[in-house]
């Protein structure tokens, strides 16, 4: 088995920048993961992130979820539950607009420092989304302007613990799915394991690494890189200790951005139509109702659905 790409964006400053982008656009390509290191985000900012995290799990949350799985009664299952996850979470919005102020009982040192994060990643997102430009042979910028649509991209983070799981064989800690959006940056737990991919056929363990920050490639890339990056199938392997830590942020096109392949990517008449052209939102709406189905069925449900009257170009704004 290959071993899990790990990138040192470092090394993107010397010698070895071409090895290191070499590296990336296999990562893209054959896992539709890689890990970051050496991202530009302190460490010491991130232990600041993790320990308010976790503190605002026990105080806040933990005693609701308790609740729901004695409700539930799924701390004593005997057959395999397919309809939900055993995860606690809560969705923080940054772009276009922030909710940050809305959500309830974040201390306010939790909610200054969840914005700062944010901000970080938004501009780590957008630096790799100009490495995947240059790989890809797209002029720089290309794909931010891909997600702009006429308000800039749409941004957010879901903040999750999974608690340690009684039946972790009967219950997933997050169903195998793709996921929706453009690119996704994940802080998560360096202790407790649990997020895996699936990768010719086989479910692969992402390594929890301390510090690190996993990459990995949504439905929206795939289409626009007209295929030659994948998003794939991952999942959350529920465990009996340890509680574990995800801070998901997903960089993702706004909602009128109009999504197709592009141009420079399309070869042939054959690969033209590989993928369809949609809006964003519309894509949402229907992947919220088959979130952990394939993903290919919703690319021909748009492809049976196009009309070039009501589509347009991508803003350039």
Same mark, same amino acid.
Request: aromatic share 10%.
């Given at each position: ?18 090895? #290191?982008?070499?590296? $990336? =656009?296999?990562?893209?390509? &054959?896992?539709?993961?890689? =890990? ?44 395999? $539950? ?16 922030? &909710? *940050? ?22 501009? @780590? ?5 100009? @490495? ?6 797209? =002029? ?23 608690? +340690?799981?009684?039946? +972790? ?25 649990? @997020?895996?991919? @699936? ?37 959350? *392997? ?20 109009? *999504? ?6 399309? =070869? ?12 964003? /939102? ?23 659905? /196009? ?8 803003? #350039?704004?």
């Amino acid at each position: 088995m290959a071993t899990f790409p790990v990138v040192n964006m470092e090394k993107l400053n010397g010698d070895e920048r071409s090895a #290191t982008m070499e590296l $990336i =656009e296999d990562a893209c390509a &054959n896992w539709g993961f890689f =890990e970051l290191v050496n991202h530009g985000i302190s460490p010491e900012f991130m232990d600041r992130v993790e320990k308010l995290t976790k503190e605002h799990y026990r105080k806040s949350m933990e005693a609701r979820f308790k609740e729901m799985v004695a409700s539930k009664g799924l701390d004593a299952v005997q057959s395999e $539950i397919e309809d939900l996850d055993w995860e606690s979470t809560f969705f923080l919005r940054h772009l276009p607009v922030s &909710n *940050i102020s809305e959500i309830p009982d974040l201390k306010d040192e939790y909610r200054k420092v969840m914005k700062e994060f944010a901000g970080k990643l938004e501009l @780590l997102a957008e630096k790799l989304l100009d @490495l995947l430009c240059e790989n890809l042979g797209l =002029e720089k910028g290309y794909l931010k302007k891909a997600f702009y649509g006429s308000k800039g991209p749409t941004f957010g983070t879901k903040v999750s613990n999974y608690p +340690p799981c009684p039946k +972790p064989d009967l219950i997933k800690g997050l169903r195998a799915h793709t996921d929706a959006g453009g690119i996704i940056l994940l802080f998560q737990d360096d202790k407790v394991s649990g @997020l895996q991919l @699936l990768k010719d056929g086989d479910w692969v363990d992402v390594p929890p690494m301390r510090h690190s920050i996993v990459i990995n490639i949504g439905d929206q890339l795939e289409v626009i890189t007209n295929g030659k990056y994948k998003s794939v199938m991952h999942r959350v *392997i529920a465990q009996t200790d340890g509680a574990r830590m995800s801070l998901a942020s997903f960089y993702n096109p706004g909602s009128d951005a109009v *999504i197709y392949p592009a141009p420079a990517l399309v =070869e042939n008449k054959e690969s033209k139509d590989l993928y369809p052209k949609f809006v964003f /939102e519309d894509y949402m709406k229907l992947y919220a109702g088959v979130k952990f189905q394939a993903k290919e069925p919703r690319f021909e449900a748009f492809k049976n659905l /196009e009309t070039p009257a009501n589509l347009g170009p991508i803003a #350039t704004a």
